[in-house]
DNA sequence: CCAGACGTTGTT
DNA sequence: GTCTGG
DNA sequence: CCAGACGTTGTT
DNA sequence: GTCTGG
């Protein structure tokens, strides 16, 4: 679930001004200052990109995390890359009760903007890419757990973060059809006014339950879609400017799941 | 009691 | 860290 | 998860 | 078709 985010730095200088402040905005330009300007994250457990979170330790401050969250009891570095391969998402129906989310769901949730992401669509033998994004927002927020990891060897510390996930809309169960599927699935899309209230701390059961109730799936006619080029392979436009462009597929056409 | 896991994704 | 399985 | 390989022979 | 590597 979630092959890959596109979350361009222009769209997160963009957010960090309008969230935080100047001083914030500025701050993560220079946070930001060496990464290229990329139409494309990978989230397939080869490659842990960092991206922007807010989370609701500071809310208005902008941070970078790693994607693919590592426990904090995690004992060594070994353990942690081989636990982060597997905690790229977090299924919304058991964040509350696996001991790799627990902590997270109950006091380190986060949100991470983006303009859309990507998934892969099956048809004959062969998988195509697309792009799926709001109709009516530039970017949105993404629920997201995180966690700090101290590795103990090294001192280093480790902000990460998982993409929480629900069941599948409408437009999702038509795209999202890989043959080994227990069924489509979507990562949490948070209105403007739930943003704030995913990042509320709970104290008791019924803030628990105010958390709950924002894992669902977002109306599917809200949402639109298209078909982009191959992402990986020769052909791969990849972490590229441009892998977000429309890109027709002949064979497609005859039978656009979109169509 | 200790050892080992701790996770997600995936159709026609 | 904490739970489960043996 | 997807992309790509998928094999053997021969010396120093 | 199925496994491995990224």
Redo the contacts with the bound molecule.
């Keep these: 679930?979630?092959?890959g985010v596109k979350a361009r730095t222009e769209m997160s200088l963009r957010i960090a001004k309008s969230r935080g402040n100047k001083e914030a905005a500025e701050k993560l330009a220079k946070l930001l200052d060496p990464f290229p300007e990329f139409d494309l994250h990978y989230g397939?457990?080869?490659?842990h990109p960092k991206l922007v979170v807010y989370t609701d330790a500071e809310p208005r401050e902008p941070q970078l995390a790693l994607w693919g969250l590592i426990?904090?009891?995690?004992?060594d570095d070994a353990?942690g890359k081989?636990?982060w391969?597997?905690?790229?998402?977090?299924?919304?129906?058991?964040?509350f009760?696996?001991?790799?989310?627990?902590?997270s769901a109950q006091k380190k949730r986060c949100i991470v903007f983006v303009e859309g992401f990507y998934?892969?669509?099956?048809?004959g033998?062969?998988?195509y890419?697309y792009f799926i994004h709001l109709k009516d927002r530039p970017q949105f927020a993404l629920a997201g757990l995180w966690e700090e990891w101290k590795d103990k060897e090294s001192g280093e510390r480790k902000h990460t973060f998982?993409?929480?996930?629900?069941d599948?809309n409408e437009l999702?169960?038509?795209?999202?059809?890989?043959?080994?599927?227990?069924?489509?699935?979507?990562?949490v899309i948070l209105t403007e006014a739930d943003e704030e209230k995913w990042l509320a701390p709970i104290q008791n059961t019924s803030d628990e339950d105010a958390i709950k109730a924002l894992i669902k799936p977002y109306p599917a006619d809200a949402m639109t879609a298209r078909s982009v080029r191959?992402?990986?392979?020769?052909?791969?436009t990849g972490n590229a400017d441009g892998a977000s462009e429309i890109y027709e597929y002949p064979e497609l056409l005859l039978?656009d799941?979109l169509a």
């Design positions: 679930m979630c092959y397939n457990g080869f490659t426990p904090a009891w995690v004992k353990q081989q636990m391969n597997q905690t790229l998402n977090a299924r919304g129906e058991s964040i009760e696996k001991p790799a989310f627990r902590n998934e892969h669509h099956h048809f033998k062969k998988t890419p998982s993409i929480v996930t629900t599948g999702m169960k038509r795209i999202h059809n890989n043959p080994k599927a227990d069924g489509p699935r979507m990562p191959p992402l990986l392979g020769k052909e791969g039978a799941p």
